[in-house]
């Protein structure tokens, strides 16, 4: 079982920086890909970043890329999303999960992702 928190949402200006921060419990986290995701409300829940469980591998979705740094301390058993030049169309709810098993190409699906935090929100003002 893994157990995941997010934090550091909150609001800010268009231009303006967040780092969100997801602490995850259980032993095996550190064999996890993780990832962020996030939904807008009336959208769909999107894929944001993903890592895999040794950092090796990276995904970014093309309206975060250049502006999204996703990493991880597995001594910290936490992830983080250095969100920078953030823009209103980054405003949602923001989710961190884990993959017990997964692929550089599966990793940007939700459904390979077993566990999921509740979500902190973010909100860019214009």
């Known amino acids: 079982q893994v157990q995941l928190v997010e934090s550091g949402g909150g609001l800010v200006q268009a231009g303006g920086s967040l780092r969100l921060s997801c602490a995850a419990s259980g032993r095996t986290f550190s064999r996890s890909a993780m990832g962020w995701f996030r939904q807008a409300p009336g959208k769909e829940r999107e894929f944001v970043a993903a890592?895999?469980?040794?950092?090796?591998?990276?995904s970014y979705a093309d309206s975060v890329k250049g502006r999204f740094t996703i990493s991880r301390d597995n001594a910290k058993n936490t992830v983080y999303l250095q969100m920078n030049s953030l823009k209103p169309e980054d405003t949602a709810v923001y989710y961190c999960?884990?993959?017990?098993?997964?692929?550089?190409?599966?990793?940007?699906?939700?459904?390979?992702?077993?566990?999921w935090g509740q979500g902190t929100q973010v909100t860019v003002s214009s």
């Open positions: 999960a884990a993959a017990l098993r997964s692929t550089a190409a599966t990793m940007t699906v939700s459904r390979t992702y077993d566990y």
């Open positions: 890592m895999s469980w040794g950092g090796a591998s990276t």
